[in-house]
């Protein structure tokens, strides 16, 4: 593990999950939510099971391990994204990636509540920023939905607690089997709720946009950005790996410009100045926590890390 994996990682992250929320909205013109949910994990977690054989050797789980990917699946993919993607037929898929914003806020409380770790000044002032971002942005008029958009903190609330813990649960060594197993523990709960909800009912003629829209969430928004959110879930701090959903509004926002048409005024451009602000200081905060996983580095990233830091 090197720093510069982490900036790989975390960049990717970054753009890619940003990107996803615009894929969304262009998905669900044919494909109802939860069904396009459902179908994007099955397909995604059934490759990364194949590639796991691969690389990790004859797959094999307790039936703790199950529970435990059961769990991390349903909070992270099934609160957390099915949400997102229902909440995406009455709101912005630039409002969507905004409130996913609460994230880095509820990390840092439970990662408090549950793991008693002490936040520093920068950090939260980092999350002020951020939170100012949002606000300021829901405040700049317009219809806003406020059952779609208290789903959407509400499921970011279940992804922050479901990261917190698949970091305590998660096996060491087999990193592609547990990714595997959340994403079809997931597909199969969406599938249900997609049935009891009625949507097989509501699905579309598919276009091109639709089918590229799926293939690029299944191969780039689940295979890559989920493998790498959980390599780094593993690897780096929680306030660190947060920061993206400080980043995915911005890009969120940016694409439902140019792709969607969503409308982006002076508001917003302050907004997103002040969203992009709170990641510089969430980054670059020394903090205790930081601090302690760095010293978990081999000795050369360490000293590298450190000396960035001073």
């Given at each position: 593990?090197?720093?510069?994996?982490?900036?790989?990682?975390?960049?990717?992250?970054?753009?890619?999950?940003?990107?996803?929320?615009?894929?969304?909205?262009?998905?669900?013109?044919?494909?109802?939510?939860?069904?396009?949910?459902?179908?994007?994990?099955?397909?995604?977690?059934?490759?990364?099971?194949?590639?796991?054989?691969?690389?990790?050797?004859?797959?094999?789980?307790?039936?703790?391990?199950?529970?435990?990917?059961?769990?991390?699946?349903?909070?992270?993919?099934?609160?957390?994204?099915?949400?997102?993607?229902?909440?995406?037929?009455?709101?912005?898929?630039?409002?969507?990636?905004?409130?996913?914003?609460?994230?880095?806020?509820?990390?840092?409380?439970?990662?408090?509540?549950?793991?008693?770790?002490?936040?520093?000044?920068?950090?939260?002032?980092?999350?002020?920023?951020?939170?100012?971002?949002?606000?300021?942005?829901?405040?700049?008029?317009?219809?806003?939905?406020?059952?779609?958009?208290?789903?959407?903190?509400?499921?970011?609330?279940?992804?922050?607690?479901?990261?917190?813990?698949a970091r305590r649960t998660a096996p060491g060594g087999r990193p592609l089997t547990t990714a595997g197993l959340q994403m079809l523990t997931a597909a199969g709960l969406l599938a249900v709720a997609s049935l009891a909800g009625g949507e097989y009912a509501r699905f579309h003629a598919l276009t091109f946009a639709?089918?590229?829209?799926?293939?690029?969430?299944?191969?780039?928004?689940?295979?890559?950005?989920?493998?790498?959110?959980?390599?780094?879930?593993?690897?780096?701090?929680?306030?660190?790996?947060?920061?993206?959903?400080?980043?995915?509004?911005?890009?969120?926002?940016?694409?439902?410009?140019?792709?969607?048409?969503e409308h982006v005024g002076a508001r917003t451009a302050v907004a997103g100045l002040a969203i992009l602000a709170s990641v510089v200081l969430i980054v670059t905060a020394r903090s205790p926590r930081a601090r302690a996983t760095v010293l978990q580095f081999p000795a050369r990233v360490r000293e590298a890390a450190?000396?960035?830091?001073?």
């Amino acid at each position: 593990m090197d720093i510069r994996r982490v900036t790989a990682a975390l960049g990717g992250l970054y753009f890619i999950w940003g990107s996803t929320f615009v894929a969304v909205m262009v998905g669900i013109r044919s494909v109802p939510p939860l069904a396009l949910t459902s179908l994007r994990y099955g397909l995604a977690g059934a490759l990364v099971l194949v590639w796991a054989r691969r690389k990790e050797g004859p797959l094999r789980a307790s039936p703790r391990g199950l529970l435990d990917a059961s769990i991390a699946g349903f909070g992270m993919l099934v609160v957390g994204t099915g949400t997102i993607a229902w909440a995406e037929q009455r709101i912005s898929s630039g409002l969507a990636a905004l409130l996913v914003a609460t994230v880095p806020l509820w990390t840092v409380v439970l990662d408090r509540l549950v793991n008693g770790v002490r936040i520093g000044l920068v950090t939260w002032l980092g999350l002020g920023a951020g939170l100012f971002g949002v606000a300021l942005l829901l405040n700049g008029g317009g219809s806003v939905s406020v059952v779609a958009s208290g789903a959407v903190v509400l499921a970011s609330l279940g992804w922050a607690g479901a990261s917190l813990y698949a970091r305590r649960t998660a096996p060491g060594g087999r990193p592609l089997t547990t990714a595997g197993l959340q994403m079809l523990t997931a597909a199969g709960l969406l599938a249900v709720a997609s049935l009891a909800g009625g949507e097989y009912a509501r699905f579309h003629a598919l276009t091109f946009a639709v089918g590229g829209a799926f293939a690029y969430l299944v191969v780039v928004g689940s295979i890559v950005a989920f493998l790498s959110y959980t390599w780094l879930n593993a690897n780096a701090p929680p306030a660190l790996v947060s920061t993206y959903a400080y980043v995915n509004p911005a890009v969120a926002v940016l694409l439902g410009w140019l792709l969607l048409g969503e409308h982006v005024g002076a508001r917003t451009a302050v907004a997103g100045l002040a969203i992009l602000a709170s990641v510089v200081l969430i980054v670059t905060a020394r903090s205790p926590r930081a601090r302690a996983t760095v010293l978990q580095f081999p000795a050369r990233v360490r000293e590298a890390a450190l000396s960035r830091a001073a």
